[in-house]
C-alpha cells in the first residue's frame, strides 16, 4: 500500500538552487563570531516555585538567595539560567561567550552597551551588556571560568537494536526513573515583529549563520534557525531562531538532556509532579531534535531534545516554505497554544502594529493563510 498523497516531507533548496522568487537572507559582516549559549535570563515573581519547576526539569541549583537563583547543568558552564525576584515574570535575555579576541569595549561603544560588574557574571569574567532591537538584553562574556563537569549515564541508544543490527546482546534497557539529565542549554527562539531587523542585528552581532530560511509563498523569509559559526567544529542546527510574527516574545528555549530514555523518563517525572505538559514527543524536521515541551509555572515553554543536527561552517544555507507541517516530522498534532488564537487579544495586537505602522498587512495575510492549513488533517 502506498502512502497517502497528503504525507510528504516538505521541500529544501540550497541557497545556490533555491527558487528565483525566494529573496536570499542577506548576511552583514560579523562584529564577532559567538562561541556558545552560556545562559538565559528571567524575571521571576517566586524563586522557589521557579527553582523546583527547572530542578524537576533537570537543572541544578549553583545558588539562591532572597533575590537570585543560580542553575547549572551537567557540562562545564558554571551557569545556564539566571532569574532575578521581580514583580513580573518575564524573559530578560540571553548570555553567550564571545571569543578572546572580541573587542567587547568597542562593540560596546559602537552598539550603546555598558561593562556589566563583574561580581554579576557566573564564572567571573568580563562582560558586556547590550540591548536587541526588540529590547532583549544580550550579554557578551569574556574569561568566565568552567567548572567541572557532572558525571552523565552512558548512552542507551548507541545499543539500539533494529531490524539489520543487534549489537545489544545479554543486556537489557532499564533507564532510571529520575528527572533528566540536562548536560546544556541548546538554543533559544524569539518572536518579533520585525524579523529583518532583528535578523540582522543577531547576524552582525554573534556572527551566527542561517542554516533554514523558512520563507512566506511570495518568497520573503519570516523564520530562521541560525547556527554558531565555530569553522570547521560542527555546531547545533540551530543555536538561535528569529520568528517573524504578531509580538516580540521569547517563545521557547531548548535543553540537551542525555538521550531518548531521559526524554521519555524525564516526562513521566514531570507529570507525576504535577507539572503542565504542552507537547511531545516528537521529532522536528528542522534540527531533526527529538523533541518533549513543557511549560514552567508562569506558562514559558521549555523543550527537553535529543539526537539534533550539527554541522560546519562550510554547510550552504537551505531555504524551506513556512508551513506548520514543516516544524515536526511526527508525533501529536502541533498544540493550538503554539499558534495565535483568533481572539479579540489577536486583533488588539494587529491594531498595535497597525497604529505603530509596523503592520505589514500582506505579509500578514500569507503568514495566516499558511497557519490556517492544517498540517496534518488526520491529527
Ligand atoms: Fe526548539
Not at 135 to 149: E, F, K, M, T, Y
Amino acid at each position: 500500500m502506498t502512502s497517502p498523497t497528503v504525507l510528504h516531507t516538505p521541500p529544501e533548496y540550497p541557497e545556490s538552487q533555491r527558487p528565483d522568487f525566494v529573496q536570499r537572507l542577506h548576511r552583514p559582516e560579523p562584529l564577532m563570531k559567538a562561541r556558545e549559549l552560556a545562559f538565559l535570563m528571567f524575571d521571576k515573581r517566586d524563586l522557589v516555585r521557579a527553582e523546583r519547576f527547572w530542578q524537576d526539569f533537570g537543572l541544578i541549583t549553583v545558588s539562591r538567595t532572597a533575590d537570585r537563583l543560580v542553575m547549572r547543568a551537567a557540562g562545564g558552564a558554571p551557569a545556564v539560567l539566571v532569574a532575578t525576584r521581580a514583580r513580573r515574570s518575564r524573559y530578560v535575555g540571553a548570555a553567550f561567550v564571545a571569543p578572546e579576541g572580541a573587542d567587547l569595549p568597542h562593540i560596546a561603544r559602537q552598539l550603546g552597551g555598558q561593562a556589566v560588574p563583574p561580581d554579576q557574571v557566573p564564572g567571573g569574567g568580563r562582560a558586556i551588556s547590550l540591548r536587541d532591537p526588540d529590547g532583549h538584553r544580550v550579554w557578551l562574556i569574556q574569561g568566565s571560568a568552567r567548572v567541572d563537569p557532572l558525571p552523565v549515564r552512558e548512552p542507551i541508544t548507541n545499543q539500539i537494536n533494529t531490524l539489520t543490527q543487534t549489537p545489544r546482546v545479554n543486556a537489557t534497557v532499564r533507564p532510571p526513573i529520575a528527572p533528566a539529565r540536562i548536560g546544556r542549554l541548546g538554543h533559544v527562539v524569539m518572536q518579533t515583529t520585525d524579523f529583518r531587523l532583528m535578523a540582522d542585528w543577531y547576524m552582525r552581532v554573534l556572527g551566527i549563520i542561517p542554516t533554514d530560511v523558512q520563507y512566506l509563498p511570495d518568497g520573503q523569509p519570516l523564520l530562521t534557525f541560525f547556527r554558531l559559526d565555530l569553522g570547521g567544529t560542527p555546531s547545533d542546527h540551530h543555536t538561535v531562531v528569529i520568528a517573524g510574527g504578531l509580538e516580540p516574545k521569547y517563545e521557547h528555549s531548548a535543553w540537551e538532556v542525555e538521550d531518548i530514555d531521559a526524554l521519555g523518563q524525564g516526562q513521566q517525572v514531570l507529570k507525576a509532579n504535577g507539572h503542565r505538559h504542552m507537547w511531545g514527543i516528537g521529532r522536528h524536521v528542522l534540527g531533526s531534535q527529538l523533541f518533549d515541551y513543557w511549560y514552567d509555572p508562569d506558562g514559558f515553554e521549555f523543550e527537553h531534545y535529543t539526537d539534533g543536527d550539527v554541522f560546519t561552517a562550510d554547510h550552504e544555507t537551505r531555504y524551506v516554505p513556512f508551513a506548520p507541517g514543516s516544524i515536526w516530522a511526527w508525533g501529536d498534532d502541533v498544540p493550538p497554544t503554539m499558534l495565535p488564537k483568533k481572539s479579540p487579544a489577536l486583533l488588539w495586537k494587529v491594531f498595535k502594529l497597525w497604529r505603530s505602522g509596523r503592520l505589514d498587512l500582506p505579509r500578514l495575510i500569507q503568514s495566516g493563510k499558511v497557519l490556517d492549513t492544517p498540517a496534518r488533517p488526520w491529527l
